[in-house]
């Protein structure tokens, strides 16, 4: 063992080797050594248990698997082949062209963000995505913050700070990701008055709790789960007229927030901005990378008196967005401005996909690979948006002997691709494949379904 212990090389030893190979040099120095201490370490261990030494090459090869493994990005692209559109583990909306190239012309240069070129002066962030969403929806004023849920805390925290806000029962959500409405309500020193009950609220319910000086009404949109049976909720508008005669303004959280009617796309209708507005809410505040498509980022619209009120509040300084969010919502505000987002923003293609057309392509993956049949099949929204409702489309459906290590398998992939079982198929939706990733897409099954397969020798 001593002997053994002895032919152990040193680290400088090792660490001039590193240098000599140009392998080593994309780790830099510092990494490369402590790398090479590790596995040294680990050798001397594995020796001290009655092993033999290691060859140098062998522990210098260790540590470069070490070091690749430190350096390998933990975020990276992949193919979402679910067919559920905005997939929040995955990232939700993928971004349109022009979206993708305002946010690098921005983030590779210097810009105006704060900077009046007119006047050769200090100006606020705050007039780029603004002016375009107020264009968009006829709302006084608007802002835009992190996400919907800071733009949930924000708005609370500055309008209804010690003071109460009245919310349906049947709205007391829970999203994903732990954002409670209880939770947000007390985080922002709102005092919650909950009216109506689990399954029923009536418009009476909101006049009682009016009658006690609320600072706010709030709507939330239920986002991911559905009120069905014998149920009822007061609506938007009726709401509004009873709480101005109070005059306590309205705060609407429509979660998704969709500027397009889903209804068009065989959906139920989903609750548009624009109608929001005009049932009279007050402040409406939506997601960036849920319906709307674009990137994370949570928008706040309504009246000039309130969306002051919340610019101003100390909140608004820590949840402001950055100047890639900015140019990248009003590269994608832009296309419902001009009225194509339906074939340029990439969740709205995916929806508006017709049936047929998503056959097709599922026949020319069938062609290429040359093995699986087409069947209809059932995409979804996801995001929290639409709950339970379905696209009908077509898949590539796959007979594989291990379906799971065949999905597997997948995600081990330089561009891993994620799809789903049914039935013990395993199932590829052309709907959320995006057509740039169609070749990558289909060299990589190809090469799992090949790996899986060949070892069988036949099916
Ligand atoms: C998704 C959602 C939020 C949170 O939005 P993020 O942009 O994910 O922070 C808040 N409220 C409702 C109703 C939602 O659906």
């Known amino acids: 063992m001593k002997d053994e212990l002895r032919k152990l090389p040193s680290i400088d030893r090792l660490i001039q080797s590193a240098n000599e190979s140009d392998r080593f040099a994309p780790f830099g120095s510092q990494q490369t050594t402590q790398a090479l201490r590790l596995v040294v370490e680990s050798a001397r261990q594995q020796i001290l248990n009655d092993q033999v030494c290691p060859s140098e090459a062998a522990l210098l090869e ?28 995955l990232g939700r909306a993928p971004l349109s062209a022009d979206t993708i190239n305002a946010m690098r012309s921005v983030a590779a240069a210097y810009n105006n963000l704060e900077f009046d070129l007119e006047s050769g002066k200090r100006d606020s962030r705050s007039v780029h995505a603004e002016a375009l969403l107020v264009r968009l929806t ?19 925290s500055a309008l209804a700070n010690r003071r109460k806000v009245i919310i349906a029962r049947s709205q007391l959500i829970e999203i994903g990701g ?37 600072a706010l009404v709030m709507r939330a949109h239920h986002s991911n789960f559905r009120l069905q049976g014998f149920t009822h909720e007061a609506g938007l508008e009726e709401i509004c007229a009873v709480a101005n005669q109070f005059s306590v303004p309205v705060l609407d959280d429509l979660g998704s927030g ?56 100390p909140l608004a300084r820590a949840v402001r ?49 040359g093995v699986g049949s087409v069947v209809p099949s059932l995409s979804t929204i996801g995001g929290g948006s639409l709950p339970q409702e379905t696209l009908p ?8 002997p291990k379906p799971d290590q065949f999905l597997a398998h997948l995600r081990q992939q330089p561009i891993p691709i994620i799809a789903r079982i049914e039935a013990n198929q395993v199932l590829l939706d052309p709907r959320t494949v995006l057509p740039e990733q169609d070749s990558i897409f289909l060299e990589t099954i190809r090469n799992v379904y090949a790996h899986q397969i060949t070892p069988r020798r036949k099916k």
């Not at 608007?142 to 919907?148: E, H, L, S, W």
């Not at 901005?273 to 997601?287: K, M, W």
């Not at 419902?336 to 057309?357: C, F, K, S, T």
């Not at 489309?393 to 594989?400: M, P, R």
Request: hydrophobic share 45%.
């Open 62 to 89: 260790a540590a470069w698997q070490t070091l690749a493994a430190w350096f390998q990005p933990t975020l990276i692209p992949l193919i979402n082949a679910t067919g559920v559109i905005l997939h929040t583990n």
């Open 138 to 156: 006829g709302a006084e004023a608007a802002t835009v913050v992190n996400n919907n849920a800071a733009a949930v805390l924000l708005a609370l």
């Open 178 to 214: 732990g954002f409670r409405i209880p939770d947000v309500m007390k985080q922002s020193g709102a005092k919650l008055v909950e009216v109506g009950t689990t399954n029923r609220v009536h418009l009476r319910d909101y006049e009682e709790a009016l009658q006690n000086q609320a």
């Open 258 to 313: 969709t500027f397009l009617d889903t209804a068009q796309y065989g959906l139920p209708h989903e609750p548009t901005i624009q109608e929001s507005l005009a049932a009279g809410a007050d402040l409406i505040c939506f997601s960036g990378d849920k319906l709307l498509g674009g990137p994370q980022a949570g928008i706040l619209i309504g009246k000039r008196e309130l969306i002051q009120k919340i610019k101003r509040h």
């Open 321 to 369: 967005p950055d100047k890639v969010t900015l140019a990248g919502l009003s590269a994608t505000l832009l296309h419902y401005l001009r009225g194509d987002a339906e074939q340029q923003i990439p969740i709205w293609r995916m929806i508006a996909a017709a049936p047929n057309h998503l056959q097709q392509r599922a026949l020319g993956w069938q062609s290429f690979l």
């Open 393 to 400: 489309g077509f898949v590539l459906a796959l007979s594989v």
